[in-house]
């Protein structure tokens, strides 16, 4: 019943509120002390929580005394709860908006995400506003899988490149139009990181940090995927001096790479729960191999 009550929560009942509805929907009709000792609620907070309940839909008052509380069909209240959410969403939607119209915002270059909504969002989005060109380094194919679908249709209005790590030869042909390349070496300025190229990506000698894409759009914004300390966190970089930099080194990993030949047979299909191997790159400040 835990995760019931967490999930009426999310929609937006308190916790007591939660569990007396659950009770009232087992018992079918109770009186205050029959849902409280039901739902484990305090008797001495039942009765306005089923009053909340009752204002706001979940439950029906019996014409008794004591008086009987009935809850409405499930459905029907979930269905009035998320009319009162999606009317609250677009309140606070356009309420922000306008405040957001009135605010100054300063033109800052660089942005740091964390957290997977808002890395996820922020990756689709530049992927889909792409207006020229798409290029992708990644050293973890899981990155790539999560976003096929997406790659193989941006590739048919723009020019989509994905230089890959572990097994290339596995999304050759199968990401539309998208040009997949095999990396053969490091840019020189990643060489003197000390790091080692593994199946999640690019890791630091003393493990803190994974590089797992980097991306660039249109030649001008730049985006850093890494986990750091195993939380997500993603980089932004648009129209600076760090840009050219981030396209400076991407051209020379293309330039060093080669095309990936596809190496399967006729009828095979992309394994989306495939992860590649490693491909025995590392390096160290030295840049040795």
Known sequence: MTELVDHLMRLGLSEYEARAYIAAVALGEGTVKEISVESGVPRSRAYDVLESLAER?????GNSNPICYRANDPLVASGHLMDEIRR????????????????????????????????????????????????????????????????????????????????????AGFL????????NSLAPNMVEMDGEIMERGFVTKDGRYCIELIMLVDEDTSFILSKEKGIGRAIIIAGTIGSLFIRETLDRIVNS???AVAARRPGCRLDQSTKGGRNGLKTNHRGQK
Not at 130 to 150: E, Q
Not at 176 to 183: E, K, N, S, V
């Open 176 to 183: 539309g139009a998208t040009r997949i390349l095999r990396m």
């Open 57 to 61: 839909g979940f439950v029906q008052l």
């Open 257 to 259: 790479s080669e095309e």
């Open 88 to 171: 609250s969403n677009e309140k606070v939607i356009y309420e922000l908006s306008e405040i957001g119209k009135r605010a100054e915002k300063a033109q800052n270059p660089i942005w740091t995400l964390m957290g997977d909504w808002a890395i996820d969002h922020k990756l689709t989005e530049l992927i889909s506003a792409a207006g020229r060109s798409i290029l992708l380094v990644c050293f973890n194919n899981g990155i790539i899988l999560r976003y096929a679908k997406l790659l193989t249709e941006r590739s048919t209005a723009v020019d989509v490149t994905a230089v890959l790590v572990n097994e290339p030869e596995s999304f």
